[in-house]
């Protein structure tokens, strides 16, 4: 069965709103640091305890956290000078990619 343009321009949308998300989750780096964070709670994790549970520097957790925060899935508290990140989807985009997946899935089984 072929599908319609009007199915077709809805997945392109799909895709769009996940573009950041799947970069951010497309490196492995960025992944194994997202492993890590899943076992930080709420309270977070600081650059310098990433590196320490990594072969990467600083300025390299610092380069990958920052590209997750941009994706909307891990947010950073302050507190003093210290900066404690954390998972925390935002806007959805967890909920986003999902449904996307799941339009895709169905548009298969037709």
Request: glycine share 6%.
């Amino acid at each position: 069965m072929e599908h319609t343009t009007q199915d077709i321009q809805q997945l392109l949308r799909e895709f769009q709103e996940c573009r950041t998300l799947f970069t951010a989750l497309g490196d492995e780096t960025r992944q194994y640091l997202v492993c890590i964070l899943l076992n930080c709670g709420c309270g977070g994790i600081r650059v310098a305890q990433l590196a320490e549970r990594t072969n990467l520097s600083r300025p390299a957790i610092s380069h990958h956290i920052q590209i997750l925060k941009n994706s909307g899935i891990v947010q950073a508290r302050k507190e003093g000078t210290q900066i404690y990140y954390y998972l925390a989807p935002q806007d959805h985009s967890i909920q986003r990619m999902i449904a996307l997946f799941s339009d895709i899935q169905h548009l298969m089984e037709q």
